[in-house]
């Protein structure tokens, strides 16, 4: 099934991609974090590889709607 690419006209009307943000992610975790995409041996290939797909599959707005919901569940989890 191929969710990717369907537009409802909710998802139309309901843009996540600007505004203001309710969470604050500094320049040193975004470093960390492209390093990891980038550099890290164990981690880098997975990274990139599930990176081009969201890229590929999904729209602007829906790609927000993850990276959102990705912090959201990593707030929920305890550490």
Do not use: H
């Not at 309901?14 to 943000?21: P, Q, R, V, W, Y």
């Amino acid at each position: 099934m191929d969710i990717g690419n369907a537009k409802t006209e909710a998802t139309r009307k309901l843009d996540l991609t600007g505004g203001e943000s309710v969470y604050c992610i500094n320049e040193s975790q975004m470093r960390l974090a492209r390093r990891l995409a980038d550099e890290d041996p164990a981690s880098s290939a997975r990274i990139q590889a599930l990176f081009r797909q969201i890229e590929s599959d999904f729209t602007r707005n829906e790609q927000a709607a993850i990276a959102f919901l990705l912090i959201e569940q990593l707030n929920l989890k305890p550490r």
